[in-house]
């Protein structure tokens, strides 16, 4: 059987495309989730708002994005969107970014909304109450809980969108995927490119998720009531 006969030379000879992939990878989905983050924050408080004006085309973004596949918002963001303000291409890294971005921002909108939504609407009145506007409230009362409870739903999408990012290879991104498809159609063979892109995103994968999961057990430490209390047993921030 071809599997048993695996050869790890093939790989050792393109090395530098799956490293130079794993750094494509990582850029892609970095900076689509930060941007993504930033973006997806404003689109979330807009959502929230009471005002139509705002909240309606919040909703219409984000319904737009989720609905739609991925790999359809890249084609079209790649091949139409930027050669129609730009006049031209920017390239496989400008249009796979700007392409994550806006897919990243829907999901982390709906994190956000309902990450304040879970907050208990005291904490707003109460907040008020002392003084504090509706921006003050909001950002020094509301948004550092609901940023606690958003820890788990955002470690996920960052996963997800690394994943995802593997869909850029259709527009010619040198990342993991794409350095598989090289050695694949150089030596058709399959079994030893494709074993090894889906190992590297495994483990990419498996070291994010235990970022993320220190990251929550720091906050979770950090703001457990049980172990914030001082001597009279009153919890304290």
């Not at 495309?17 to 494509?24: A, D, M, N, T």
């Not at 996920?156 to 498809?181: H, M, Q, R």
């Amino acid at each position: 059987m071809e599997i048993l006969d695996f050869r790890w030379d093939i790989i050792w000879n393109y090395r530098d495309y799956f490293i130079r992939g794993i750094w494509v990878t990582l850029a892609l989905t970095l900076c689509g989730f930060f941007g993504g983050f930033i973006f997806g924050v404003f689109l979330g408080l807009g959502k929230n708002s009471k005002r139509k004006w705002l909240y309606w085309p919040c909703k219409l973004y984000i319904d737009l994005f989720r609905g739609t596949p991925l790999l359809v918002q890249i084609f079209i963001i790649h091949l139409a969107v930027i050669p129609s303000i730009f006049g031209h291409s920017l390239g496989f890294m400008v249009s796979g970014i700007a392409a994550l971005i806006l897919n990243c921002a829907a999901y982390v909108a709906e994190i956000i909304r309902a990450g304040i939504q879970s907050i208990d609407k005291g904490q707003m009145e109460a907040a008020r109450s002392l003084g504090l506007n509706q921006f003050q409230a909001m950002r020094k009362v509301i948004l550092p809980q609901a940023f606690r409870r958003m820890i788990p739903p955002l470690g996920n999408e960052f996963i997800t969108l690394l994943k995802d990012s593997s869909l850029v290879t259709v527009i010619a991104a040198n990342d993991i995927l794409y350095a598989a498809k090289v050695v694949s159609g150089t030596y058709f063979r399959f079994w030893e490119p494709y074993l090894v892109a889906a190992a590297l995103y495994l483990i990419l994968t498996f070291i994010v998720s235990k970022i993320v999961s220190f990251i929550e057990k720091r906050f979770s430490i950090e703001y457990n009531p049980r172990k914030n209390k001082n001597d009279e047993g009153r919890v304290v921030a």
